[in-house]
């Protein structure tokens, strides 16, 4: 069974930042596509950051854009969050996912991902 384990949430202040990692065994996803998703109560979990396995291409949401940055640790089967300038609307809890099967293109649809950490929550408020 897959475990994804997300590690770096926690409280920030406004234009702060914060690094969070997932931390993937019994799957391998160096060769796999993998996204990060956050959601709020009462909201659809909505997807900031992917990365493709082909050529570790990486796509963010217009909402994250040019504040987040995604990469991965190939060395520790990981994979990080850089969050910058962060705002109070991007609190929320993050979740890492992977895609197996996908390596060229990585998407935000959620239902395209197979294995789920637990999720971090990260708050943003001064």
């Known amino acids: 069974q897959a475990q994804l384990d997300e590690f770096g949430g926690g409280l920030a202040q406004p234009g702060g930042s914060l690094i969070l990692v997932c931390e993937a065994s019994?799957?391998?996803?160096?060769?796999?596509?993998v996204a990060w998703f956050r959601q709020v109560p009462g909201k659809w979990r909505e997807g900031v950051a992917c990365i493709t396995s082909a050529s570790d291409h990486t796509y963010t949401s217009d909402s994250v854009e040019g504040r987040f940055t995604m990469a991965r640790l190939n060395a520790r089967n990981s994979v990080y969050l850089q969050m910058n300038s962060l705002k109070p609307e991007d609190t929320g809890v993050y979740f890492c996912a992977v895609d197996p099967y996908r390596h060229s293109s990585c998407a935000f649809q959620s239902s395209q991902y197979v294995h789920w950490g637990r999720g971090t929550q990260v708050t943003i408020s001064s």
């Open positions: 019994r799957v391998a996803i160096d060769v796999a596509a």
